[in-house]
């Protein structure tokens, strides 16, 4: 057995994984296996009892994680946690109840671990930060988050549950459906914020969600992860189905219900910093929306009235319009030139999910052939501008040919641009007798490399130490 194959530290890992497909992909890093794995590597000697009956429990219990949120809310946290555990229990459900607290200071961590609860510290400010902390350090295998105010019925968890189990990677409660109780949505979030904001959602990305910002949702903890998301804040809910469609995954909704909250201090979120949050993540993440769609208007109405304007006059104001449709075309142009750099770039850090067509216009469109096109626009405009100036100077043929100028210098621009981000890091191989290179690992990293340490305790390597 190799060196890698001992070098193995038991983590929170809700489905069984394969060993060799682990060392292949993460040779250097530390392996995690499931309880199937562990009973069959009769070679690893070095596991403690308590390690193994730790991972056993990890592994073969917990189906479930019930994580809530929590940042003061020691009026309503006890309550929460307490009826969760009542629904895990009376449907024989093998599951735990996680807190993640953000930093509270009224008591909440110590009520919520009175009541059952496993406490999670997060020390980053946020909703998002939470739910991120929380799935980090989930055991189940699915994960069910919802608020720690008493607005979310917990005893009401089955049908997200039973989806999660038949497939489906991302369940969305849907409130509206569900019914929402008098004083639990404030009037202008119910018909105004997040109406128009969901339909902006399904408007851009095609998911059929009908209640974004629901806050009590379930998810497969593999899938939450794979989505990597990044959002610190109350955007957080949306990063969440955006992404999730985005990479394709199932999404389903079931109905819930929204009960006014029980406590007595005002909510933490804040409804128009936090809207336009929502509103700004959409935006960024859709640059069709954002940028082509905007622009192909722009473009196609500042041409047609320009082919209008331009042969002969139309009116006394006629250049005066048709000065205006060119500053259109320019725009416009600009625009969809930002779209095609603002998807190339994205789905080349793994924002986006890459696409055929994608692939289709950097095959037909590369940067020789993009700047061959510039420089021809360009020499047609100079000709233009020649012609102008030695044949009476007319505005009609000035306008259209420095326009032409312009969008022939942002198409070479945009070619250069479009070449640097075409540009891709060499990693090379380390040389023989070399350790490789070193490795940043994060807080769970390192613990985890801690947590290795004392179970192999002086049989650990100096790589291991180093990390």
């Known amino acids: 057995m190799g060196y890698w194959e001992q070098v193995v530290q038991i983590v929170n890992v809700p489905h069984l994984v394969s060993l060799d497909s682990l060392i292949t992909a993460e040779p250097g890093l530390i392996i995690s296996l499931a309880t199937a794995q562990i009973r069959e590597a009769q070679g690893i000697t070095r596991w403690s009892r308590e390690g193994i009956e730790w991972a056993m429990t990890c592994t073969d219990q917990v189906e479930v994680t019930l994580l809530m949120p929590c940042l003061n809310e020691a009026e309503t946290v006890a309550t929460c946690v307490r009826r969760a555990r009542r629904f895990l229990a009376e449907h024989d459900i093998g599951g735990e109840v996680v807190v993640a607290d953000n930093g509270s200071t009224d008591g909440s961590q110590e009520l919520a671990s009175e009541a059952g ?35 979310y019925d917990f005893a009401a968890l089955m049908p997200f549950i039973e989806r999660l189990r ?54 497969r903890r593999e899938s939450a992860l794979a989505l990597g998301l990044q959002s610190g804040g109350m955007e957080f809910a949306s990063e969440m189905v955006v992404k999730a469609a985005l990479a394709r995954q199932r999404i389903e909704e079931v109905p819930t ?64 319009v048709l000065a205006g449709a060119s500053s259109l075309i320019v725009i416009g142009f600009q625009s969809v030139l930002f779209s095609v750099l603002t998807r190339i770039y994205a789905t080349r850090q793994g924002l986006l999910p890459e696409q055929a067509s994608d692939r289709r216009l950097l095959a037909v469109w590369s940067l020789e052939r993009i700047l061959v096109v510039g420089c021809a626009l360009a020499l047609a405009s100079l000709g233009g501008l020649i012609f102008s100036w030695a044949y009476g100077r007319s505005l009609r043929i000035v306008v259209p040919s420095a326009t032409v100028l312009v969008l022939s210098c942002q198409l070479i621009l945009s070619a250069f641009f479009l070449g640097i981000l075409g540009i891709r890091r060499a990693w090379h191989p380390a040389t023989a007798g070399a350790r490789g290179p070193a490795v940043t690992l994060g807080p769970v990293a390192c613990a985890q490399c801690a947590a290795a340490l004392t179970v192999l305790g002086p049989a650990a390597p100096a790589e291991l130490a180093d990390a």
């Open 257 to 320: 219900t929204l009960s006014p909250d029980g406590r007595s201090r005002p909510p933490h979120l804040r409804r128009w910093r936090d809207g336009w949050r929502h509103l700004l993540f959409l935006l960024l993440f859709s640059p069709r929306w954002l940028f082509l769609i905007p622009g192909m208007s722009l473009f196609a109405l500042g041409l047609v009235a320009s082919l209008a304007i331009a042969p002969s006059p139309a009116g006394r104001y006629d250049l005066n």
């Open 117 to 151: 609860a496993r406490v999670v510290a997060i020390a980053d400010r946020g909703y998002g930060y939470a739910l991120r902390g929380g799935i980090a350090e989930a055991r189940g295998r699915y994960v069910i988050m919802g608020d720690a105010d008493d607005s």
């Open 166 to 219: 038949g497939g489906t990677d991302l369940v969305m409660g849907n409130r509206f459906q569900g019914g929402i109780a008098p004083g639990a949505m404030p009037a202008l979030h119910r018909y105004l914020g997040n109406p128009v904001l969901s339909f902006i959602g399904r408007l851009f990305f095609g998911v059929q969600v009908g209640d974004f910002h629901c806050g009590l949702r379930g998810i």
